[in-house]
C-alpha cells in the first residue's frame, strides 16, 4: 500500500509525526505537506507564484518532502510530481482541532483530502478535537483501519470520509458513528485594535454556535465523546434545489 499524508498545521506539526509513525507499520508512506501552518487555507491553490518544494528532515532522518503552498497545493504536488506512481490513499492529518459542519469549508485539511478526491484517489482527512490536542494515537488508529477498508470497499468515485475524534484516551471515547455534516456555523467578528503607533488593526475572533446537538450529526457525535466519520463528496450542487429552479423562466 502507498499512502501520501499531508496537513494543514505543517510538516512540523505532533499530528502528523504520529500519524505518518503509525502508518509506515502498514504502508510506504510519502509525506508532502506545508512549510508553514495554513490553517483555515481552504481549497486555495497557488497560480501567480512558483512553489519551492525541500527535503524535509526530524532528528536527522529524512520525514517528507515540505511545499511552500497550501495543502491542496501539497496533494497536487505529491500525486503528479513527487511519487512515481499515485497512492492508493491520501491522508490528511491529524490536525489539531476538529472539522466539523460550517469548518469543512474552511479547512485546509479537509480540503487536502477533497482534491485528491478530485484526482480520483481515495482519501481521509483526520482531525482532533482541541487545539491543545496531545492524544494523536487513537486518532491515527483509526487511520490504519480505515486505509484497509477502503482498500477493499473503495467509495464512490469523488467521496472521501471526514473524520473527527475526540482528545481522550481511547478507553473514554464512547464509540465509532457515521454521520451528516452538522449546520453549526461561526458567529465572528473582526475585533478592532491598535498597534503601539495608534494604526488600527483587525483580529478574527468569535466561537462556533453548535445548533445540531444530533446523535446523527458531526457536531453531535463529537459533543457526546464519539468518533465521528462523515462521508463528503466535492459536488456541492443541492440537488433538491436543482430540481425546483430548473423550470425557472428568466
Known sequence: MKILVSNDDGIDSLGIQVLVETLKTIADVTVVAPLKEQSAMGHAITMKTPLRVIKYYKNGEFF??????????????GIR????????????????????????????????????????????????????????????????????????????RGTFLNVNVPDLDEKDVKGIVFTKQGKSKWDDIYEKRQDPYGRDYYWLTGNLVVSDVEPDTDQGAINNNYVSITPHHFDSTDYKTYEVIRNWKI
Open 64 to 77: 517528507g518532502y515540505a511545499v511552500d503552498g497550501t495543502p491542496a497545493d501539497c496533494v497536487k504536488m
Open 81 to 156: 510530481n513527487i511519487m512515481e506512481t499515485p497512492p492508493n490513499i491520501v491522508i490528511s492529518g491529524i490536525n489539531h482541532g476538529s472539522n466539523t459542519a460550517v469548518n469543512t469549508v474552511y479547512s485546509g485539511t479537509v480540503s487536502a483530502a477533497r482534491e485528491a478526491a478530485i484526482m480520483d484517489v481515495q482519501a481521509i482527512a483526520v482531525s482532533v478535537t482541541s487545539h491543545t490536542a496531545t492524544k494523536f494515537e487513537y486518532a491515527a488508529k483509526i487511520c490504519k483501519l480505515l486505509a484497509y477498508k477502503l482498500l477493499s470497499e473503495p467509495l464512490v
